[in-house]
T-cell receptor, first 116, second 113 residues
Framework: AQSVSQHNHHVILSEAASLELGCNYSYGGTVNLFWYVQYPGQHLQLLLKYFSGDPLVKGIKGFEAEFIKSKFSFNLRKPSVQWSDTAEYFCAVNALSNFGNEKLTFGTGTRLTIIP | NAGVMQNPRHLVRRRGQEARLRCSPMKGHSHVYWYRQLPEEGLKFMVYLQKENIIDESGMPKERFSAEFPKEGPSILRIQQVVRGDSAAYFC???????????FGDGTRLSIL
């Protein structure tokens, strides 16, 4: 069974600081990888996804993530954060094995607080 | 273009009552997923359905929980004889096909008195 680890539970940064949130997964086969964001009081929104191809993927709002297969990692980055990036960020993996295995396995989330 | 619609947003039940949570997928989406989020935890997969079929229910508790996605109407997550431990946020997601990104609803926050 697959699992996802997000080691940073709560990150506090000042505006304009650079951001990197860690995500590691455990699964020996092919995976799809996702980052979702949940703004206060809102539903989860897809930030970016990796299915195949270029391991550096760009998402909305200036976010990007790099898939490093050898490290089983999919870290989220943003060069300069804004106050509006305050939210909870979830990494998720979808293991591609048998038909019907469409479930997403989520990490426990990282709460990001940006100080103006 | 309406997103995934869940209702109610908040549901309060007493122990032993039944809870029914509804989810209408995005237009054109025929795959529905239910997840549960306990306080301070990430989302945990419960069940994956297509129209009139349960595809994967490996995350569903063995008792008291059931889900359906009928030919007409929303998907329903039903919890019978609720207990305090069922208090959580329940999220529904939908996708147009397998392997596509899932779009989430606002969730239903279930509180058990």
């Amino acid at each position: 069974a697959q699992s996802v680890s997000q080691h940073n539970h709560h990150v506090i940064l000042s505006e304009a600081a650079s951001l990197e949130l860690g995500c590691n997964y455990s699964y020996g086969g092919t995976v799809n990888l996702f980052w979702y964001v949940q703004y206060p009081g809102q539903h989860l929104q897809l930030l970016l996804k990796y299915f195949s191809g270029d391991p550096l993927v760009k998402g909305i709002k200036g976010f990007e993530a790099e898939f490093i297969k050898s490290k089983f990692s999919f870290n989220l980055r943003k060069p300069s954060v804004q106050w509006s990036d305050t939210a909870e960020y979830f990494c998720a993996v979808n293991a591609l094995s048998n038909f019907g295995n469409e479930k997403l396995t989520f990490g426990t989330g990282t709460r990001l607080t940006i100080i103006p | 273009n309406a997103g995934v619609m869940q209702n109610p947003r908040h549901l309060v039940r007493r122990r032993g009552q039944e809870a029914r949570l509804r989810c209408s997928p995005m237009k054109g989406h025929s795959h529905v997923y239910w997840y549960r989020q306990l306080p301070e935890e990430g989302l945990k997969f419960m069940v994956y359905l297509q129209k009139e079929n349960i595809i994967d229910e490996s995350g569903m508790p063995k008792e008291r929980f059931s889900a359906e996605f009928p030919k007409e109407g929303p998907s329903i997550l039903r919890i019978q004889q609720v207990v305090r431990g069922d208090s959580a946020a329940y999220f529904c997601a939908s996708s147009p096909a397998g392997g596509q990104p899932q779009h989430f609803g606002d969730g239903t926050r279930l509180s058990i008195l």
